[in-house]
């Protein structure tokens, strides 16, 4: 009912810039929170950038000053600006969001909030 499209990503030198772009789509009654995590090669999944369920950004501290994110509340977008990109930054990017749908039966508005990820797109920053 819920889908999260990614777009951008790619390939970059060391010190290039690149920007990721993520949509949600479907049976949507809230965004609650919306944002980015990534997953390097053998690693763990790990925060990125969101915005939180108050609307204030929340970075890790290793993207603080590269890395923007930015919102389109009504289109239900994030987008990710990255910049001065080194080679660690390679990783599969994913959006994530915590969503509210609504559906309705029997006359009754049922309510449940999940977390949605998306498919993931590749970064990789090499010379």
């Known amino acids: 009912q819920v889908q999260l499209v990614e777009s951008g990503g790619g390939w970059v030198q060391p010190g290039g810039s690149l920007g990721l772009s993520c949509t949600a789509s479907?049976?949507?009654?809230?965004?609650?929170?919306m944002g980015w995590y990534r997953q390097p090669p053998g690693k763990q999944r790990e925060l990125v950038a969101t915005f939180t369920s108050i609307g204030e950004t929340n970075y890790a501290d290793s993207m603080k000053g590269r890395f923007t994110i930015s919102r389109d509340s009504a289109k239900k977008t994030v987008h990710l600006q990255m910049t001065s990109l080194k080679p660690e930054d390679t990783a599969v990017y994913y959006c994530?969001?915590?969503?509210?749908?609504?559906?309705?039966?029997?006359?009754?508005?049922?309510?449940?909030?999940?977390?949605?990820w998306g498919q993931g797109t590749q970064v990789t920053v090499s010379s």
């Open positions: 994530y969001a915590d969503i509210t749908i609504r559906t309705y039966s029997g006359g009754i508005y049922s309510y449940a909030s999940n977390d949605y």
């Open positions: 479907g049976n949507i009654f809230n965004v609650i929170a």
